[in-house]
């Protein structure tokens, strides 16, 4: 059910403890269709709904916050249209649905009680390399990095280098040439350093590249940014393989929640399956293939 907005305490709004992937992409093929076995093979599941993927933050023994973030598309929108048809046992606080919304999972005490957020955000391709933007209200349509990080300014979203010195390899070659017009994967460290000043963080921990650690951790730290882990999972399952944990966030607002995450936070490094970027470079091809062929469309979707 929905919450009655009237009768909501914004005082409860404020979580304890509540660990964070702030960079997912939920599921590799964002609509179903023909030929959707073959994705459930690589490991996807065929529900995309609200319900679903806050399922995943359930099985976390504390409350979370999932960044889905929309890549060219509408996914995060689609998701929360679903929010009205949750079930049993679950409301959700949707008064800032635009940037983020909350499922609670009611329990017997306060123990089996727990919340899941999902925050709204955007990989961008730049001309430059992808940057991450969390919490904007609506997706940026530019491609130049200046425009994109002040469109983001504007928006008062956080901007963050996401896997920064990741280099492309022969799969990352084909995967921008298939997806982004063979535009750059990261910023790469020259450009980080000439734009550092307006980023409000470095994805230091990604899940897809733990080897790269601790590299763009001294980087990071060279520039003085806020440093953030992530998993960048295409997969349920993959959420949460490195996070942040936050004592506390702040929900009754977006400009208090953006100041939380900015402002804390302990990281936890982890990493993904083997070959993680083998089995979504072949699901995103594959994925082009059934758009091509009429199997499967990607339609934009806006928020009810």
Same mark, same amino acid.
């Given at each position: 059910? &929905?919450?009655?907005?009237? !009768?909501?305490?914004?005082?409860?709004?404020?979580?304890?403890?509540?660990?964070?992937?702030?960079?997912?992409?939920?599921?590799?093929?964002?609509?179903?269709?023909?030929?959707?076995?073959?994705?459930? *093979?690589?490991?996807?599941?065929?529900?995309?709904?609200?319900?679903?993927? #806050?399922?995943?933050?359930?099985?976390?023994?504390?409350?979370?916050? &999932?960044?889905?973030?929309?890549?060219?598309?509408?996914?995060?929108?689609?998701?929360?249209?679903?929010?009205? !048809?949750?079930?049993?046992?679950?409301?959700?606080?949707?008064?800032? /649905?635009?940037?983020?919304?909350?499922?609670?999972?009611?329990?017997?005490?306060?123990?089996?009680?727990?919340?899941?957020?999902?925050?709204?955000?955007?990989?961008?391709?730049?001309? *430059?390399?992808?940057?991450?933007?969390?919490?904007?209200?609506?997706?940026?349509?530019?491609?130049?990095?200046?425009?994109?990080?002040? #469109?983001?300014?504007?928006?008062?979203?956080?901007?963050?280098?996401?896997?920064?010195?990741?280099?492309?390899?022969?799969?990352?070659?084909?995967? !921008?040439?298939?997806?982004?017009?063979?535009?750059?994967?990261?910023?790469?460290?020259?450009?980080?350093?000439?734009?550092?000043? &307006?980023?409000?963080?470095?994805?230091? #921990?990604? !899940?897809?590249?733990?080897?790269?650690?601790?590299?763009?951790?001294?980087?990071?730290?060279?520039?003085?940014?806020?440093?953030?882990?992530?998993?960048?999972?295409?997969?349920?399952? /993959?959420? =949460?393989?490195?996070?942040?944990?936050?004592?506390?966030?702040?929900?009754?607002?977006?400009?208090?929640?953006?100041?939380?995450?900015?402002?804390?936070?302990?990281?936890? =490094?982890?990493?993904?399956?083997?070959?993680?970027?083998?089995?979504?470079?072949?699901?995103?091809?594959?994925? *082009?293939?059934?758009?091509?062929?009429?199997?499967?469309?990607?339609?934009?979707?806006? &928020?009810?």
């Amino acid at each position: 059910m &929905i919450i009655n907005k009237e !009768s909501i305490d914004k005082s409860k709004m404020k979580l304890q403890n509540v660990r964070a992937d702030l960079h997912t992409h939920g599921w590799a093929g964002q609509e179903t269709g023909k030929g959707q076995i073959v994705l459930e *093979k690589l490991g996807e599941t065929g529900r995309r709904d609200l319900a679903t993927l #806050c399922t995943q933050g359930f099985f976390q023994t504390q409350n979370t916050l &999932i960044g889905l973030v929309n890549f060219g598309d509408t996914r995060y929108e689609k998701i929360v249209n679903t929010r009205g !048809s949750l079930g049993r046992g679950l409301e959700v606080y949707d008064d800032h /649905r635009q940037r983020f919304v909350g499922v609670h999972l009611i329990g017997n005490c306060d123990a089996e009680s727990k919340w899941c957020f999902v925050l709204r955000g955007q990989e961008i391709p730049t001309d *430059k390399g992808h940057v991450l933007i969390l919490g904007g209200d609506k997706n940026i349509q530019y491609e130049k990095l200046d425009d994109v990080l002040k #469109c983001a300014e504007e928006m008062g979203a956080l901007r963050v280098a996401d896997h920064p010195l990741a280099k492309k390899g022969i799969l990352g070659k084909v995967f !921008s040439l298939l997806t982004q017009n063979g535009k750059p994967l990261s910023l790469g460290k020259l450009t980080l350093e000439d734009y550092a000043n &307006i980023f409000d963080g470095v994805e230091v #921990c990604n !899940s897809n590249v733990p080897e790269l650690t601790e590299e763009t951790k001294k980087l990071a730290r060279k520039l003085g940014k806020k440093e953030f882990a992530n998993s960048d999972s295409h997969d349920l399952k /993959r959420m =949460f393989s490195s996070y942040m944990n936050y004592l506390e966030l702040d929900f009754s607002s977006w400009e208090k929640l953006r100041t939380n995450l900015k402002t804390q936070g302990e990281m936890h =490094f982890g990493r993904n399956r083997k070959h993680e970027n083998l089995w979504h470079g072949i699901s995103v091809f594959y994925n *082009k293939i059934r758009l091509m062929a009429g199997w499967v469309t990607f339609p934009k979707y806006e &928020i009810e």
